[in-house]
């Protein structure tokens, strides 16, 4: 199985702050690696797709690179909308997996 | 897009639970779809899916004991829990897709507790 390792687990910034989330899969995924956002008490919601492909509605602030085994979640001036749980996925292998999560919190 | 699970609830141990996902708004015998499962304070877990074609992939945690379906013509999709262990306790989310995961029902939570 491929596993995603997030860091960090937890993320406390100041609202305006840019911030990058990581992901770094055990083995090469090329770019099928994708990204979600999950509020509490709410389900998830696809924020970037392939590593770096942007999704109609999501605000531009949210942006995403990478390949391979590495990867990159940025969030431009972060507001307080933003407070939530960010997973990454993988679809370059069966079983499909998830990483453990990024919990951004706000000073 | 709308996905709406429903068939949750407590079941004891050994004991089996049918959840269901009503899908509208897309031509649903067109995608694949998944079963995603969240246990309370914790992380995602995939669980199974199904293409269009109906073919099926599981989690090795759950193969042998859940079986996903799908009915094209009701435009829902199933999933089947046999012989519940209190691990499987979690929010059972479906969700489109036969890469990414576009759209997600609000999910239904299954406690399986003596």
């Known amino acids: 199985d491929i596993v995603l390792t997030q860091s960090p687990t937890t993320l406390s910034v100041t609202p305006g702050e840019t911030v990058s989330l990581s992901c770094r899969a055990s083995?090469?995924?090329?770019?099928?690696l994708h990204w979600y956002q999950q509020k509490t008490i709410e389900s998830p919601r696809l924020l970037i797709k392939?590593?770096?492909q942007s999704i109609s509605g999501i605000p531009s602030r949210f942006s995403a690179s990478g390949s391979g085994t590495d990867f990159t979640l940025n969030i431009n001036n972060v507001e307080f909308d933003d407070v939530s749980s960010y997973f990454c996925q993988q679809t370059q292998s069966w079983p499909r997996t998830f990483g453990g999560g990024t919990k951004l919190e706000l000073k | 897009v709308q996905l709406v699970e429903s068939g949750g609830g407590l079941v004891q141990p050994g004991k089996s639970l049918k959840l269901s996902c009503s899908a509208s708004?897309?031509?649903?015998?067109?995608?694949?779809m998944h079963w995603i499962r969240q246990a309370p304070g914790k992380g995602l877990d995939w669980v199974a899916y199904i293409g269009s074609g109906s073919g099926t992939v599981y989690a090795d945690a759950v193969k042998g004991r859940f079986t996903i379906s799908r009915d094209n013509a009701k435009n829902t999709l199933y999933l089947q829990l046999n012989s519940l262990k209190s691990e499987d306790t979690a929010i059972y989310y479906c969700?489109?897709?036969?890469?990414?995961?576009?759209?997600w029902g609000p999910g239904t939570m299954v406690t399986v507790s003596s």
């Open positions: 969700a489109r897709g036969d890469w990414y995961f576009d759209f």
């Open positions: 083995h090469s995924i090329g770019t099928n």
């Open positions: 708004g897309f031509t649903f015998s067109n995608y694949g």
């Open positions: 392939s590593a770096s």
